[in-house]
């Protein structure tokens, strides 16, 4: 089970009060009327699964019901660091795992 920390309520809580929500830090296309379907399509459809480093977002769902993001090791499944929605990561994969 993994332990997370809300960044919003400032407190580690069980896996369960969570849902996860995909990739986090996807653009919303500037101007959606002159979005072509093909790209529309790349933004809903398609998103990064890689084997490693990746910024999640996720959903406080029984707690203060607020997004933010997770940067977890996929393969290991620890949890590198959470922050609010709108902040930058501070474990980037050019900048390594370690902190």
């Not at 332990?3 to 990739?23: L, Q, S, V």
């Amino acid at each position: 089970m993994l332990h997370i920390y809300c960044p919003h309520c400032a407190e580690t809580r069980e896996e369960e009060e969570f849902r996860p929500k995909g990739e986090a830090h996807i653009a919303r296309p500037v101007e959606p009327e002159a979005t072509s379907d093909e790209d529309w399509g790349n933004y809903l459809f398609f998103r990064k699964n890689p084997r490693g480093l990746h910024h999640e977002l996720w959903y406080h769902a029984a707690g203060c019901r607020k997004f933010f993001n997770i940067t977890r090791d996929t393969m290991s499944y620890q949890i590198l660091e959470t922050y609010k929605v709108g902040q930058k990561p501070s474990v980037t994969a050019d900048k390594g795992a370690a902190k």
